[in-house]
């Protein structure tokens, strides 16, 4: 558990990042927001434009999106280790 024993009241967000912040960019389309949930194994990503925070796209939303038996082969890249 990623705060496992600390202070809830002291602990800060960036105390308990991990690893640098996959992001999507706002000109993305659906078969590259594919992939890099698929390579980094993510159910989320922040949509930037710029530098700027835009939204953020989910797994659902790339469901909803994608051709059936691509939606599957995201799921299964998604769920083995």
């Known amino acids: 558990m990623l705060g496992k ?18 992001t999507i960019g706002a000109d993305d389309d659906t078969n590259e927001i594919f992939a890099t949930m698929a390579r980094h194994k993510v159910r989320r990503l922040p949509v930037i434009d ?3 925070l835009v939204g953020m ?9 994608l051709p059936d038996p691509q ?9 083995t280790d």
């Open 5 to 22: 024993g600390r202070n809830p009241q002291q602990t800060k967000a960036g105390e308990l990042a991990q690893g640098e912040a996959v």
């Open 50 to 52: 710029g530098h700027r």
């Open 57 to 65: 796209v989910a797994l659902t939303d790339v469901a909803r999106a």
């Open 71 to 79: 939606v599957g082969d995201l799921l299964e890249a998604l769920s």
